[in-house]
């Protein structure tokens, strides 16, 4: 209501004249406004139980952002659900929507009535207070991308879905100018309202700033008693991954005033909800009719790390995918397999032949570990990075741009086509407005995904620098031209490099054909060396896939099944073609095919006959040998997609203390054969520096494979297959290899454990009655192999500083939940959905702050966080809802 008054000369009293300003605002007569403010009244103060916009009036009257609007006049915001407008009157809902200019002046006109009725109920002064309202629930066709906005939705409510890319300052915008005539000692008031005020439009009259009266008196201008109001505008950005292939991705601009300012920062996905509008601008004249468009936002909502969406296209996770029940029983199949993750991994990129390492390396990247946030602030990143160097024409750049195509969220580039601001962040001038403002760069869009940088060697040293924050910490600190900040890039980082001298050398060190500094190198997890050995047997391997993908023709001209018109159809109902199509579950596994499947066939090899001569007999041997032939499966990408996002966001494995103590082993394993020390042997060559990260990267990897498994913990299982795919980047050392150098180390540590045995025993019989049992302790402990015992001061450190790690909430409470307490559980949440105290629509919901008080409504025995964690545990096993990672989420 602050932006209603306009062409109004002399003191303007608040109250009634506020309302007659809204009046002059809208230009609707005065019987059809007051007849739809009390139409809005009766919605507002609807006797139901389930009334949550009175609720929230409630709670806006008695909060801190009240008190502080009524000390300067200023504005507070009421949300309003369409989904409860829609319930009350749906001629109304789609009226608001259609015409918002006509009926939202009304609405704020009632809220503002019904706010300060409820703050003087409750002793707040609220008299110069106005409330802006905004909206939320389901838009329906309104909602749309960017790439959406079209002719028709001008001047309609519409929520737009994207990322932010570009923020400008906070700048202070006039609402209201107080002059003062010295001649004749007289105040004058002014009121301003742009296109961009609420309302039909802008009201009627000169906008032009006051410098004398009617009398031609000069007029001085009362900065102290002026009335200003917050703005700032935003670019949103079509997300990255729902851009059709080869397009550019579409921006509108957003403005933001009073409360909404500073809400969002780039590299956040949100979804803000406004009025379409189009604005006369430079391209306006009178031989052009383009005008320039903008969203005037009324609320935003920033999606979080806990807004998963399992429905309707999910835009709070890059990539999100709605779920069917069949999708979920086919993962946890897939999952129960004992050969799940040689599935997985050979259906990444099948048309590849060979890199069976690398692809392992890419699903566990695609999954990722588990990220920690923990209580004194520091940060521990789970994405993996990954890195290839070698020689060209290995498919390292195919395998980038499978990633690009089976990633959630991936942004591709290139060493010399990337800037170190254009993979962080930059500082540019507003072309308009002159002012300094900050643009995302790659690393800070992909956040919760994959950059892939091709060429990553031709990339100049100061812009490589530029990404060690972000490759570590995860953040981009931004300090220049008088803007200090701070944005998120969670991000993981697949790059492929060429060696120093064009090609790999190998009778050169590591270090010396790879030219990064070890700084650089620590940071990546994986660092796959790729020679283009001359091998007769793999060089035919690799001529026959060659030829056979040159033979083959997919349907509609698509080799290989290359989905190059996969989005290309998208428009304005993109952001919800996800819905449609997440409500069927897709088929698990696609047609074996020997043209492009390569990279399967080498991970089941068949013996193959030659039948030349029309030789029956050998024909007849080819046809039972392909009939004994293990059947080989590949997983269709839509199924891998919906695998790689269940895995990575609906399951969080804790470190259990056996895989610690393999990992804590393996760790001072690799440390001592880089070094020579501790009886290994001579140092060995490694491709990467072996460092505390190391250990890091371990971690990540055992994680990142038990989430493949759908395990609640990492076993000593996944600990093998992290150090053998560790162990292979660092040595080149095969499993074979790495089986019998681990052998050789085991003797010579075994040696030093039972020596330092010896002596702990000699030690112990000098304590008098208990050297007995120690001497026990000892020789048993003496007697295990150096996988199970070994370093046990080593493991316990270890031990002792993981605990941070282990999630064990609740772990103990599963017994102390009887089953009449389950049953009362049950019946609390149903209650609490029926009447609306828990929003279905608003799920998912935070556990415990916004779960368990709607549940423990009413109850004398309120349960505690264990018992409702423990319940819904239970609730989860029957499929009934979702509780993962402090979020529970309904089927």
């Known amino acids: 209501m602050d932006f209603a008054s306009s062409q109004v000369v002399g003191s303007q009293g608040q109250g009634q004249g506020q309302s007659q300003m809204a009046l002059a605002q809208t230009s609707l007569a005065e019987d059809q406004f007051l007849a739809r403010q009390q139409h809005w009244r009766e919605f507002l103060g609807r006797d139901n139980a389930a009334n949550a916009e009175m609720a929230a009036v409630q709670r806006l009257a008695g909060s801190e952002a009240l008190a502080e609007a009524a000390a300067v006049g200023g504005t507070v915001r009421l949300v309003v659900s369409l989904d409860h407008v829609r319930e009350f009157d749906a001629a109304l809902a789609a009226a608001v929507v259609a015409r918002p200019g006509e009926l939202v002046a009304a609405l704020e006109a009632a809220a503002t009535d019904a706010v300060r009725a409820a703050a003087a109920a409750a002793g707040v002064a609220a008299g110069l207070v106005a409330v802006a309202v905004g909206f939320g629930g389901a838009f329906g066709s309104n909602q749309v991308s960017p790439r959406g906005l079209r002719a028709r939705l001008v001047g309609q409510l519409v929520c737009v879905e994207g990322i932010v890319t570009r923020c400008s300052l906070v700048r202070p915008k006039v609402v209201r100018s107080v002059h003062y005539a010295e001649a004749t000692r007289t105040f004058y008031a002014k009121g301003y309202a742009d296109a961009t005020a609420g309302g039909a439009g802008p009201a009627a009259g000169s906008a032009a700033y006051p410098t004398t009266d009617d009398s031609g008196n000069a007029l001085t201008t009362e900065f102290g008693l002026s009335r200003y109001a917050d703005h700032q505008t935003v670019g949103l950005q079509e997300m990255p991954e729902r851009a059709p292939a080869g397009q550019l991705p579409r921006g509108v601009d957003v403005l933001l005033d009073g409360d909404l300012v500073d809400a969002v920062k780039p590299g956040d996905r949100v979804a803000m909800v406004g009025v379409y509008r189009a604005l006369g601008g430079r391209a306006t004249t009178s031989a052009s009719a383009v005008f320039r468009t903008v969203l005037v936002a009324s609320a935003v909502r920033v999606f979080g790390a806990g807004s998963l969406a399992m429905a309707g296209g999910g835009g709070g996770v890059p990539g999100a995918r709605a779920l069917a029940d069949a999708d979920v029983r086919n993962i946890h199949a897939v999952a129960r397999r004992g050969d799940a993750f040689e599935l997985l991994a050979q259906s990444l990129a099948p048309s590849i032949c060979g890199h069976a390492a690398i692809k392992r390396a890419l699903l566990l990247q695609l999954v990722g570990g588990s990220e920690r946030n923990l209580a004194n602030g520091t940060h521990i990143r789970g994405d993996i ?57 790659a690393m800070v869009l992909a956040d919760r995904g994959v950059v892939c940088i091709d060429e990553f060697d031709k990339m100049a040293d100061a812009d490589r620098v530029a990404i060690h924050e972000v490759m570590e910490q995860q953040t981009v600190t931004v300090a220049k031209a008088g803007i200090h900040t701070t944005l998120n890039a969670r991000c993981s980082v697949l790059a492929a490099a060429n060696p120093v001298y064009g090609r790999y050398d190998p009778r050169r060190a590591p270090h010396q054909n790879i030219a990064l500094p070890d700084s650089l190198l620590s940071r990546f997890d994986l660092l796959f060396v790729v020679a283009d050995s001359m091998d007769e047997a793999r060089d035919r391997t690799v001529s026959e896939h060659v030829l056979r993908m040159h033979r083959y023709v997919g349907g509609g001209g698509a080799p290989g099944g290359e989905p190059g018109g996969e989005a290309a159809g998208a428009d304005e109902g993109a952001a919800d073609d996800g819905a449609a199509a997440a409500a069927r579950a897709c088929a698990v596994y696609e047609p074996f095919n020997a043209y492009l499947h390569a990279g399967v066939a080498a991970a089941a090899p068949q013996q193959r006959t030659r039948t030349r001569g029309g030789s029956r007999r050998a024909a007849a041997e080819a046809a039972a040998a392909a009939a004994e032939a293990p059947r080989r499966e590949v997983l269709s990408t839509e199924f891998l997609r919906r695998y790689i996002f269940f895995a990575k966001h609906m399951v969080r494995p804790a470190l259990g203390a056996e895989a610690a103590d393999d990992l804590a082993l393996a760790y001072a394993d690799l440390r001592a054969q880089a070094s020579g020390e501790g009886g290994a042997g001579p140092a060995a060559h490694t491709t990467a520096p072996v460092t505390a990260r190391t250990l890091e990267t371990l971690i990540r990897l055992a994680t990142a494979h038990a ?9 000593p299982q996944d600990a093998d297959v992290a150090k053998a795919l560790l162990r292979l980047a660092l040595f080149n050392e095969r499993p074979a290899d790495a089986a019998a150098a681990a052998a050789a180390r085991a003797g010579a540590r075994r040696s030093k454990t039972q020596k330092r045995a010896r002596v702990g025993r000699s030690r112990g019989d000098s304590a008098g009655a208990g050297a007995s049992d120690s001497d026990g302790a000892s020789s048993d402990s003496a007697a295990e192999p150096a996988g199970a015992g070994g370093l046990r001061p080593m493991q316990a450190a270890a031990e002792a500083a993981m605990d941070v790690d282990v999630d064990d909430s609740g772990a103990a409470a599963d017994d102390s939940l009887t089953a009449d307490r389950a049953r009362l559980f049950r019946a609390q949440l149903s209650r609490a959905i029926a009447e609306r105290r828990l929003d279905e629509a608003e799920s998912p919901w935070a556990f415990p702050d916004a779960f368990l008080p709607p549940v423990n409504a009413g109850l004398d025995a309120p349960f505690a966080e264990a018992e409702a964690a423990a319940a819904l545990r239970e609730m989860e096993a029957e499929n009934r809802l979702m509780f993962r990672d402090g979020v529970v989420i309904m089927m």
């Open 385 to 441: 990075n990954v890195l290839m160097v070698g020689d060209p024409s290995t498919a390292k750049s195919q395998v980038l741009r499978y990633a690009l195509r089976i990633a959630p969220l991936a942004i591709a580039t290139t060493g010399r086509g990337a800037s170190g601001v254009g993979l962080t962040a930059a500082v540019v001038s507003d072309s308009d407005t002159g002012e300094r403002r900050l643009e995302a760069g």
């Open 707 to 715: 989430k493949l498994r759908l395990s609640p913990a990492v076993e």
